[in-house]
């Protein structure tokens, strides 16, 4: 059983910084591709970054510059630094290991950016 552990997510003021963190647990890590997700009130799930095993990165054009996702395959862990937070960056934001064709989700972190 795959497990998806985030941590990290709280509330900031406009302008702050966050990261979060999400440990992976039974699988072999250093293959899989890593993302951050998240979803807003009334809005749909949106990729926001992800980091290939051979540590490409991609991210949504709303946070390029903002954000960095990396990735330590010796401790199962991919990190999302999220600087010079706004306040429609508000969501809960999940973690995605893709391998073998098959999603796995962690259960999810609330960011609030709010004064």
């Known amino acids: 059983q795959v497990q998806l552990v985030e941590s990290g997510g709280g509330l900031v003021q406009p302008g702050g910084s966050l990261r979060l963190s999400c440990a992976a647990s039974n699988i072999i890590f250093r293959i899989a591709v890593m993302g951050w997700y998240r979803q807003a009130p009334g809005k749909q799930r949106e990729l926001v970054a992800a980091?290939?095993?051979?540590?490409?990165?991609n991210y949504a054009d709303s946070v390029k510059g903002r954000f960095t996702i990396s990735r330590d395959n010796a401790k199962n862990t991919v990190y999302l630094q999220m600087n010079s937070l706004k306040p429609e960056d508000t969501a809960v934001y999940y973690c995605?290991?893709?391998?073998?064709?098959?999603?796995?989700w962690g259960q999810g972190t609330q960011v609030t950016v709010s004064s």
């Open positions: 980091i290939t095993s051979g540590d490409s990165t």
């Open positions: 995605n290991l893709k391998l073998a064709w098959t999603d796995y």
